[in-house]
Every structure is written in C-alpha cells, then in structure tokens.
C-alpha cells in the first residue's frame, strides 16, 4: 500500500500487523479503511492500478 501524499509505503505484508498495533494502541481505524493513518488519503495497492481519468472529467 503507497500513500501519494505522504510518499510512503507500507509493505502488504505487515498491513495486519500495523492495522492492529494502530488500533489498539491509539485507537486509529484509518489503515483498515484503505486510508493512509498519518494524513487520511486514500491508499493505492500494488496490485490495483491507479484509476485514469482523461481530460476534462471527473
């Protein structure tokens, strides 16, 4: 998983790991929700390519 903003990436491998360590100790849901837990944007995962928009829509 690779935040855009925050230019990180968390490996797919420890997601559930850092998932619960979040939840639990600082009670942040943000990782299981797709969403990066530092700043909120949404995730993208290796394996699903980025959504392409062409010009001039939404």
């Known amino acids: 998983m690779y935040c855009p903003r925050c230019l990180k990436t968390?490996?797919?491998d420890r997601i559930?790991?850092?998932?619960?360590?979040?939840?639990?100790?600082?009670?942040?849901?943000?990782?299981?929700k797709g969403k990066c837990?530092?700043?909120g944007t949404?995730?993208?995962?290796?394996?699903k390519p980025a959504e392409r928009h062409e010009k001039g829509s939404l």
Not at 42 to 47: R, T, V, W
């Open 16 to 32: 559930s790991d850092i998932t619960r360590e979040l939840k639990n100790t600082l009670g942040n849901t943000m990782l299981e």
């Open 42 to 47: 949404e995730l993208i995962s290796a394996g």
């Open 37 to 39: 837990p530092v700043c």
């Open 10 to 12: 968390i490996p797919e």
